[in-house]
């Protein structure tokens, strides 16, 4: 039933008389109206933590900072809200400001505190990279729910910041042991601490008394508040079994005196988590993130640490709960459950809960596919480092491998998994690591090459006509296919039904419809990706025919994310009984070598397809069972019986990956803008915004980032500029305009080489100069250049001239008529055959369209002497006045054999015969004659007359 709340019930309520019981209905229909909201929002019933709705409208606390600095990004964990605005990449500082709920109902707003810290960094020169501010951020939280001074410490982590600001101690927090942290971290890395009442940087030794003074003080009003808040809710609720205020347990609900009962809209969905939970998973091993979409589609929205939480909780089972409020333990009355959650399905839960903590619940098993082989940095080869055993606490001196790890914080979340060292890092190695997928694709792609060996194709062929155990099922990609187009004419069909809404003026629907969309596009894009992996693992007809080692090895290997156990396990134990291990060597051309080692073929002696075989067997009959990480290490042994990983059989060719490893050092620094400076188009790397270097990372993750290179290039007491001129050659660098001329000798190169591009110094060269100099990257603008020859005694226009008078040395000018290597007779007689500038005018040609005609190539002018118009030759113009299309390719051989202007037009005025008649090639041009021949004909008379001019000389 819809709740229609008319303007008529909205009167009886407000004229309602205090203390008189509401009219009659109006309650039940605003409970009503308030579970409608709550399931358009994604979430039936009230019970649980409700999603909440993004603000409508700005609120006064965020106002006036929104209309400064424009929009944000928005964070929400527990309530609390976190804004981040991003001002300048190029910027180190970041500043924060906090209000918590009681701040903002007394009226304080973010711009009264992050506004002194704008002015404070105006005032030091200092460059605001991010602001932060949180609302609704209680002082006393705890450091897990500091998400603001979390993203402080990621970008500190990642080189971006090395300058905080806050307005004062309180603003960072006001329980000590938080705070006392942070400041302790801020220490440690060396970043500066700025509080913009005080106006200077924090001195740790000099500040550490006022420090104390000042967060004592702010964690004693700390206290004060929590007892002034806390009495009341104590007394009335805590003491009496009805817990803390507000929200309680999903499933559950209040009513009238605060009791707590079963949400029954609520509660169906509670059963369906722990009865799925189990189900959603292909292997029965439990998935929450699964678990969580399959919530979705059945239209209830829930996170999924609050499913996890849920499948723990003994409440669901015997209704017994209880809160924690300042460390002290208050139990709640038991809630009677009608249908109650049985304790054995509850510990079943709970143990496949259990089983994926530990190493694995941050990397699951199979994430990377080398970690059960031995994976070496040929730097550190020689080298051991120290490891503690786990259990007796012993050292022992090791070899360090690299080894595939996750981590639990965000440090590494803007780039793909690595490969780094293990259990520690030598000096020699500093954060060296290896991008996982290019490593893994390597290895895998050497293995499929090794598959080619007819003997081993044969063994396999053998073994696997035997037992068809190998073949994996694949999905057929056609019903995926239907999936697909049913749920995006659904999508379509809502998104027609909502505008439609819109267009009568309802636009309540649309946080539900938002809602809706983003999970049908989430099935959409699991459901594609399951289809490219189908369509990937179908077998070809060579593959139908007859087994293929190759291809089945292919099938296996190159499975997508997302793989269950099972697949996982299949990749790890091929790779363990393929490879022995593998080798990572240093390269000097950007990139690294990989070395692979492997056992399957005994060495000096030829393939022994019983032996292959029996590897084969092994593996065959153990990738299908269930297995731990420690049960497939040294599972496969070679035919003496000593494990394969100290029997290499085989090494493969070293691989040359062009690729940059993770490494933060000043050689790593050059092999990155070396790989970039191949890639890149020329011009410059860096810059501000999106450079074309950070560009180029987002396809070559493993390149370094550029605060990252600056950070290194500081720290080596260089500049990036520097480093820069030191990796690359200074003439391929200047011609790429990777940096600019600092010398004459350098600036009368890329002088020298404008002319050759086709710059001119007619007059007004000087005022053209910036704009021919943007067309060509190795071109600096007027000023740059004059200055630096100022300061050498010189100028530009002094340098350019002599240039240009060298390259004119021996090129005597030829006009209409007279034979190569003959002087002219008289310049005026080029008037006859040619335009000026003024004559050019009514056809449309301007000036600043003849100097674009020019810059370009496709149109060229002669000077006479003692005359100041240019004169353009008719013959570069159709009879409808436009440039020929000949024309650039005539002046770019003219350029190439060293000829200039003149010479080509006394070729023009040669003759030749055509036809049966002998004309010029002047007049040629508008005759039949075709473009191949023309151009065949004046580019031999150039060779000629360029080989006159050498002989005479």
């Not at 994310?561 to 490879?579: M, N, S, W, Y």
């Amino acid at each position: 039933m819809e709740v229609e709340v008319t303007a008529k019930r909205v009167a009886e309520i407000l004229l309602t008389p205090a203390g008189r019981p509401l009219p009659a209905g109006v309650l039940e229909d605003l409970s009503r109206a308030g579970d409608e909201l709550m399931s358009s929002l994604g979430r039936p019933g009230k019970g649980g933590r409700k999603p909440r709705r993004p603000a409508g409208s700005e609120t006064s606390a965020m106002a006036e900072v929104r209309k400064q600095l424009g929009e944000s990004v928005i964070r929400s964990h527990k309530g609390a809200r976190v804004e981040i605005w991003e001002l300048d990449e190029t910027g180190t500082t970041v500043i924060g400001a906090r209000l918590s709920s009681e701040d903002i109902g007394k009226g304080q707003n973010i711009m009264g505190q992050i506004k002194g810290g704008f002015d404070l960094c105006g005032d030091l020169g200092l460059k605001v990279r991010y602001v932060v501010a949180a609302t609704r951020m209680s002082g006393d939280r705890p450091q897990a729910d500091r998400m603001d001074l979390e993203f402080i410490r990621k970008w500190i982590h990642a080189g971006h910041i090395d300058t905080v600001v806050y307005r004062e101690v309180d603003r960072m927090g006001r329980r000590s042991g938080v705070r006392d942290e942070f400041w302790r971290f801020l220490e440690e890395t060396g970043t500066e601490l700025y509080f913009s009442t005080k106006g200077r940087p924090t001195d740790w030794d000099e500040d550490g008394l006022t420090l104390a003074v000042e967060g004592g003080m702010a964690d004693h009003e700390r206290r004060k508040i929590v007892r002034r808040t806390g009495g009341g809710i104590r007394q009335n609720l805590l003491d009496v079994g009805w817990g803390w205020p507000g929200c309680v347990r999903f499933g559950f609900k209040r009513i009238d005196g605060n009791a707590i009962v079963v949400d029954p809209k609520q509660w169906k969905f509670v059963q369906m988590a722990f009865e799925s939970y189990a189900k959603v998973g292909p292997t029965g091993r439990g998935s929450i993130s699964r678990l969580r979409t399959h919530m979705v589609k059945q239209g209830c929205r829930i996170s999924e640490e609050g499913l996890r939480k849920m499948l723990r909780d003994e409440i669901y089972v015997t209704g017994k709960w209880g809160v924690t409020v300042l460390d002290e333990y208050y139990e709640g009355n038991r809630i009677e459950i009608p249908n109650p959650i049985s304790a054995e399905l509850q510990a079943r839960n709970i143990a496949l809960l259990e089983s994926t903590k530990g190493r694995n619940s941050i990397t699951p098993f199979g994430t990377y596919l080398l970690n059960t082989i031995p994976v070496y940095h040929g730097r550190c080869m020689q080298i051991e480092v120290e490891r503690k055993q786990p259990r007796s606490g012993k050292i022992k001196r090791v070899t360090p491998q690299l080894r595939g790890r996750g981590y639990g914080d965000d440090r590494r979340a803007d780039r793909p998994p690595t490969y780094s060292h293990y259990p520690k890092t030598p000096k020699c190695c500093s954060r060296y690591s290896v991008p996982a997928e290019l490593l893994e694709r390597t290895v895998v792609d050497s293995l499929l090459s090794l598959a080619e060996s007819r003997e081993l194709q044969l063994a396999y062929i053998q073994k696997a006509s035997e037992d068809d155990s190998w073949d994996i099922q694949i999905e057929d990609p056609q019903a995926l296919d239907r999936e697909i187009q049913a749920l995006t004419r659904g999508r379509r069909e809502i998104v027609s039904d909502f505008n439609e809404e819109i267009r009568g003026g309802d636009t309540s629907a649309k946080f539900r419809v938002a809602k809706l969309l983003d999970g049908i596009d989430e099935d959409i894009a699991a459901l594609t990706r399951r289809k490219e992996i189908a369509l990937s693992s179908r077998p070809g007809p060579e593959e139908r025919d007859s087994k293929s080692l190759r291809a089945d090895l292919r099938r296996c290997l190159t499975a997508g994310p997302g793989d269950p156990d099972h697949l996982r396990q299949k990749k790890v134990a091929l790779i363990e009984a393929l490879v022995s291990k593998v080798v990572v060597h240093d390269s000097d051309q950007g990139g690294y070598e990989v070395e692979i080692f492997g056992h399957l073929i005994p060495p000096g002696s030829r393939i022994v397809p019983e032996e292959i075989s029996g590897h084969f067997e092994n593996a065959l009959d153990e990738i299908h069972k269930p297995a731990t990480k420690s049960k497939l290490s040294g599972r496969f042994v070679t035919g003496c019986g000593e494990q394969t990983n100290h029997t290499p059989a085989w090494r493969s060719e070293r691989v040359f990956v062009r690729e940059v490893p993770y490494e933060y050092t000043l050689d790593s620094v050059k092999k990155s803008i070396r790989f970039a400076h191949e890639k890149l188009p020329p011009g410059r790397m860096f810059g501000r915004g999106s450079s074309p270097y950070e560009r180029l990372r987002i396809e070559h993750p493993g390149l370094l980032r550029t605060a990252q290179i600056a950070i290194v290039c500081r720290k080596r007491g260089t500049t990036r500029d520097q480093v820069i001129r030191s990796a690359i050659d200074v003439e391929p660098g200047l011609r790429e305009g990777r940096f600019g001329p600092r010398s004459v000798e350098e600036v009368r190169t890329t002088i020298r080489w404008a002319l050759e591009d086709g710059m001119t110094l007619d007059p007004g060269w000087a005022m053209r100069w910036d704009s021919f100099a943007r067309k060509l990257p190795y071109l600096e603008t007027y000023s740059w250049l004059g200055q630096i020859l100022r300061e050498n005694g010189t100028s530009l226009k002094r340098v350019a001239f002599e240039i240009k008078a060298k390259r004119r040395v021996g090129q005597p000018r030829i006009v209409s008529g007279v034979p190569a290597g003959d002087p002219p007779k008289t310049d005026r007689a080029i008037l006859v055959h040619a335009l000026s500038s003024e004559e050019l005018v009514p056809f449309g040609y301007d000036r600043g369209k003849l100097i674009l005609l020019r810059q370009k190539r496709r149109l060229f002018r002669l000077k006479i002497e003692k005359d100041q118009n240019f004169y353009y030759p008719k013959w570069q113009f159709s009879t409808e006045m436009g440039p020929r299309s000949i024309v650039p390719e005539i002046l770019a051989i003219l350029g190439a054999l060293g000829l200039d202007e003149w010479d080509l037009e006394g070729v023009m005025s040669e003759s030749s015969e055509f036809g049966g008649k002998t004309r010029s090639l002047r007049e040629l041009v508008d005759e039949e004659a075709s473009a191949e021949w023309l151009i065949a004909q004046i580019k031999y008379r150039l060779e000629v007359r360029r080989r006159n001019k050498l002989d005479g000389s």
